[in-house]
Structures are given as structure tokens and as C-alpha cells.
């Protein structure tokens, strides 16, 4: 008796084009047939004998089915039924915010007590800050503000130019505060490293989206959330907040505040957290993308009058050809019959079948 079984720790889905698998073990992913998503779930609870008995017609697909799924490490064959359950997601946070983005014009944030307040009352635990037109001095102030606050994680950018930065200075932030764990610079000269920094991540400032991410708290909150909007706080450089740096609204602004439950209030009205729940099962085009639970996207959805999400401006992906744009064959959405806008969603299957035939064929052909 031998049941086919699949590795807890991998997550399985459709998409318009193909199937993906993740292994959050090893940070993977792997692409296949939308088939075998049917597969997989047929195999549930039951025996690979007694699947041959009932699809004996189809044996030899079904068979190199399963040989398929076993080389991608997405499935194993176990005598045991009961063994490897399906991940449950489960919501891995108890944070009320999650991510504190701030952007530090200099020193005179007046209210930085009441950010330091709200790190501690809403149990944040990532940050990142960008300093722009600060000096080092002013730098130094604003990270030992945060020395005893309850962040694990800041994400600092700095303008390497502009903010004149060197390694004694980066060595000197690092001691004052542990938890800064990246260092991300604009204007770095190409190639340029900093000497005897190893305890971070020295990064240039990569502001590219949409970003990917196999990590499975990412999945996890991306089955019911916005990844890059959920939970977020941003603070801008005229202290103005906002739940998002992408987002027009304008919430308050910091030096008003009496106190924080000011703050608060805002954090917990509806409005500001208006965008959280819109996960992209929600929005046009990428609930159609493989990569829609791994995909950290900053772009802010709109609603339609008459209900459903889209997107402004065209992600950089097409998942209806799996092209990306400055692959060779690529197509807009436009091109390929795909129309979402305020108006309405709509997909030309045939055009893009055909599109995908001449696409894919003659990339096949040109394979052999
Ligand atoms: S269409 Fe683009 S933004 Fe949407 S899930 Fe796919 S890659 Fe991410």
C-alpha cells in the first residue's frame, strides 16, 4: 500500500498559465502542467493502487505524472496515510502594525517620543529609515532614540553622498544600536565596498517592483493580506502619516499630535486600514499570477464602482504568457486582449491561446 504524498513544507497552486510549487525549506519554486494540481488533489487520502485501478485507462500519464511531481521534490511516496499534513495558515502575527517606514528629512522630528511610544504600544518589530539631508550627527541623535525601543529589525538607506557616509561611521551605528540589521545606500559609486562592515547586509537601495520573497510567513499573510500594505506605517519627511509611502492620503501629522492615542486613533480607524485585507486573490490580473503569493507589490489597488480591484499601470510581468518585459516575446496586457481598468475586467482567452501557441511552440521547436 503506498499513498503519494506531499512534503508539508511546500505549497502547491494554480495560476492562469502553470502551476507553481514553493519549498520553503530551500527558498524554491518550480513551475509545472496545471494538470497536476488535479493530480495532487485526487492523491489526497487515497491509495496510488487504487487510483491505477480507477483511472486504468490513463495509467501511463499518471504515471509519468508521479514521476514528475517526485523530480520537482513536491510529492514522495509514503506507506504511511497519516503523515505530513498540509500547512495551515494560520496568522503568524500578533503585531497590530508590522513594518514602521520612516523617512528622516533631519534631526528635528518633534515627536519622536510618541514613535518610540507606538513601537512599544503596537509591538512593531521592523522598521526602515531613510535618511535624506540628514549629517552624521543627526543620524547618530535619531538611532539612539531607538536604542532601547522594541524594534528587531531596521532597514537603514542612506544617501552614501549626500549623508557623507563612511566605515568608522557605519561601525559607530552599528554599536549604538544592534538592531539594525541592513544598510542600503543610494548613490553607492559602482563596486564600492566598505571595509571590515560584515555584521549587515551593505546593500544598494534596490527599489524595484515587484519583489519576490519564498518565505512563508510572506505566503502565510498573503492568503488573507496585501503583503507590501498590511500593517504598515509610514511616516514622511514633513512628519505627515500615512499608511503607505505610495498612498495620497494624508492621516495627520506628527508635530499635531497631543499624544498616542492620537495615534492611535488613526492606526485603528478603517480607512487606514483600508487596503490590509486586499490580498491579490482580490485584484485583477494578479489573482491570475503564479507569483501572487510571493510577490511583494507597491502599487496601490483601486476599487471599482461596481466592486472588484485593478491596477493603474501594468506590472512588469504579463502572467498570461509568462513573459516579463524585457524578455523577448513579451506582450502587454492590452496586446494579449487583457482590459482592466475602472470600468471593468475583461480576458480574450483565444487571442492569448494563440499568442501562447506561437510564443511557446516555437520556443519548444527551437528547444529540440
Ligand atoms: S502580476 Fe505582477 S504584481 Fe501581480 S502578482 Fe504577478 S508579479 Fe506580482
Partial sequence: MSFLKKFTETAVYNAYSRAISIDFTIGKIYFFQPKLIDIIESFWGITIEQMMIENRENTIELESCITELIQKNIMFISNKKDVFPDIIYNELSYSEIENIHIIFKNSKFKNLEIIVDCIDLFKIKASKFNFKNCNKLEIVEIIQVFTHSKLESIECVFDYILNEIDSFFLEELISINGAITSMKFANLPENFQFENILHVDLLSEDIHYPKFTTSFNLFTESQKFNTYLNKKLFIGENEEIKNALESDKIFGYLDKLDSIDDLKEIIKSSQF????????????ICKDCEFRHICVDNRIPHQRLQGGYYQINECNFNPYITKWINEEGYQSLQECGVISNEKGFSIDHEKIA???????DEEEVEAE
Fill in 273 to 284: 486600514q483600508k487596503f490590509w485585507n486586499i490580498s491579490k486573490d482580490l485584484i485583477d
Fill in 354 to 360: 494563440k499568442i501562447n501557441a506561437l510564443l511557446w
